[in-house]
Nanobody, 124 residues
Framework: QVHLVESGGGLVQAGDSLRLSCVAS????????MAWFRQAPGEEREFVAA?????????YGSSAQGRFTISRDNTENTLYLQISSLLKPEDTAIYYC????????????????WGQGTQVTVSS
């Protein structure tokens, strides 16, 4: 059974930095493209970033450009999202990791497996 477990969220101040993690089990991690999505209260789920199977290619949504960095460690079956010291209240959302077969896709339907999410709350 596939499990994706996110961690690293919490209550932070605007301008802080944060690193989210997603540990995968029950699948061959290096065979899957990975991504982060987020969902703010009352909003649709939004693509944040994606990374190729080997980690050599990364892709970002417009809200993440220049502030977020996606990476992965295939030896540890772990996906990361580094958020730079530019956190804003509008970054408040539940952040989800996802695994799929289409490298770089921003389309939710291309991801077969999802975690439960980790809440990030940014106070001003």
């Amino acid at each position: 059974q596939v499990h994706l477990v996110e961690s690293g969220g919490g209550l932070v101040q605007a301008g802080d930095s944060l690193r989210l993690s997603c540990v995968a089990s029950g699948l061959t991690f290096s065979s899957y493209a990975m991504a982060w999505f987020r969902q703010a209260p009352g909003e649709e789920r939004e693509f944040v970033a994606a990374i190729s199977r080997t980690g050599d290619m990364s892709y970002y949504g417009s809200s993440a450009q220049g502030r977020f960095t996606i990476s992965r460690d295939n030896t540890e079956n772990t996906l990361y999202l580094q958020i730079s010291s530019l956190l804003k209240p509008e970054d408040t959302a539940i952040y989800y990791c996802a695994a799929g077969s289409n490298s770089g896709s921003s389309y939710e339907g291309h991801y077969a497996f999802w975690g439960q999410g980790t809440q990030v709350t940014v106070s001003s």
